[in-house]
């Protein structure tokens, strides 16, 4: 999320952005109404047509492979507008209320954890890629370098510090009670056989942090803008790991929105456009594995994490 912060403008009245400008209306008589069905044309852009408008929100929008994606959306029919958040959790309310259309910054165990907190209102349309998440440091060159008794911190919020501690197991650095889970958090700790003490704060913040710790497990996000490099990892999960799919990044959206063709169509022009692909291993320096699963498998994997969520609490 992979892995990640400015004002959050007042949702507008309506509750649902207007998607698709051009639209065929069919009056249907039926008994005792009038049913009004509005659709896109996706000949818009060559018939001359006013694009469809769709505001997508996201956490990092300087990185360069979203303007390519804005002008390759332009050129197939989508005015595309990327809103930039400060950090992970704003875009998912901002959707709620009906300030985007569509987002993409989460993978689907934080969304699960949204919407368990929440109503359970948004869903994956599309998937991106697994971003492996890791360890470094500014004062050591490896893990075994790490004294005992020293700081580490880990993401706050609770998918990535679940994760973040499944790290610092596999490190040594620390041991968990049950073994560890995607649900593990500090309390889970066996901190009588664990090597180090381990703390969480803001995940924006875990970069800022390496001047006072040991060490800190930091979301790709935030890694080169804290002027790291991701070669310098000390240690990391797997993403390749059959897993690590609850930790896939999704474009999400309104439970409402699924079918709408023209997020669809903007999911596959991400996937498919060789410039936007190319661009996000760019900013992830090669680590992104980027994945193309069907929205059903990923509703499916939602819920399977949902439902787990569900029995935690």
Same mark, same amino acid.
């Given at each position: 999320?992979?892995?990640?912060?400015?004002? &959050?403008?007042?949702?507008?009245?309506?509750?649902?952005? *207007?998607?698709?400008?051009?639209?065929?209306?069919?009056?249907?008589?039926?008994?005792?109404?009038?049913?009004?069905?509005?659709?896109?044309?996706?000949?818009?852009?060559?018939?001359?047509?006013?694009?469809?408008?769709?505001?997508?929100?996201?956490?990092?929008?300087?990185?360069?492979?979203?303007?390519?994606?804005?002008?390759?959306?332009?050129?197939?029919?989508?005015?595309?507008?990327?809103?930039?958040?400060?950090?992970?959790?704003?875009?998912?309310?901002?959707?709620?209320?009906?300030?985007?259309?569509?987002?993409?910054?989460?993978?689907?165990?934080?969304?699960?954890?949204?919407?368990?907190?929440? #109503?359970?209102?948004?869903?994956?349309?599309?998937?991106?890629?697994?971003?492996?998440?890791?360890?470094?440091?500014?004062?050591? #060159?490896?893990?075994? #370098? &790490?004294?005992?008794?020293?700081?580490?911190?880990?993401?706050?919020?609770?998918?990535?510090?679940?994760?973040?501690?499944?790290?610092?197991? !596999?490190?040594?650095?620390?041991?968990?009670?049950?073994?560890?889970?995607?649900?593990?958090?500090?309390?889970? &700790?066996?901190?009588?056989?664990?090597?180090?003490?381990?703390?969480?704060?803001?995940?924006?913040?875990?970069?800022? !942090?390496?001047?006072?710790?040991?060490?800190?497990?930091?979301?790709?996000?935030?890694?080169?803008?804290?002027?790291?490099?991701?070669?310098?990892? &000390?240690?990391?999960?797997?993403?390749?790991?059959?897993?690590?799919?609850?930790?896939?990044?999704?474009?999400?959206?309104?439970?409402?929105?699924?079918?709408?063709?023209?997020?669809?169509?903007?999911?596959?022009?991400?996937?498919?456009?060789?410039?936007?692909?190319?661009?996000?291993?760019?900013?992830?320096?090669?680590?992104?594995?980027?994945?193309?699963?069907?929205?059903?498998? *990923?509703?499916?994997?939602?819920?399977?994490?949902?439902?787990?969520?569900?029995?935690?609490?």
């Amino acid at each position: 999320m992979s892995e990640t912060h400015p004002q &959050i403008a007042p949702p507008t009245s309506r509750k649902k952005p *207007l998607l698709a400008v051009v639209a065929v209306v069919a009056v249907i008589a039926v008994v005792g109404g009038i049913v009004w069905a509005r659709s896109g044309d996706d000949s818009a852009a060559a018939g001359g047509a006013e694009p469809a408008k769709v505001v997508l929100g996201t956490v990092g929008a300087s990185d360069p492979y979203w303007q390519v994606l804005t002008d390759e959306a332009a050129e197939q029919g989508i005015d595309l507008e990327v809103k930039d958040f400060a950090d992970y959790p704003q875009p998912n309310p901002a959707l709620s209320e009906g300030e985007l259309d569509v987002n993409q910054f989460q993978h689907l165990v934080y969304l699960a954890e949204y919407n368990a907190a929440n #109503d359970p209102d948004l869903v994956p349309l599309g998937s991106t890629a697994i971003y492996p998440l890791a360890l470094y440091s500014t004062k050591v #060159d490896s893990v075994e #370098d &790490i004294q005992d008794g020293d700081t580490v911190v880990v993401p706050d919020d609770d998918s990535n510090q679940a994760r973040g501690l499944l790290i610092l197991q !596999s490190a040594g650095l620390i041991e968990l009670k049950d073994g560890g889970t995607i649900y593990s958090s500090l309390a889970d &700790i066996d901190e009588e056989a664990s090597r180090v003490e381990v703390k969480a704060i803001k995940a924006d913040l875990t970069p800022t !942090s390496l001047p006072d710790v040991a060490a800190a497990i930091i979301n790709n996000d935030f890694v080169e803008k804290a002027g790291l490099e991701f070669a310098d990892a &000390i240690a990391t999960d797997d993403p390749e790991d059959p897993n690590s799919l609850p930790y896939v990044n999704v474009f999400a959206v309104r439970a409402e929105d699924k079918d709408d063709a023209t997020l669809q169509k903007l999911v596959a022009i991400y996937q498919d456009t060789q410039a936007v692909t190319d661009g996000v291993q760019d900013v992830s320096g090669g680590t992104a594995q980027l994945v193309k699963i069907s929205q059903p498998e *990923l509703q499916a994997a939602l819920d399977k994490v949902e439902a787990d969520t569900a029995a935690q609490q």
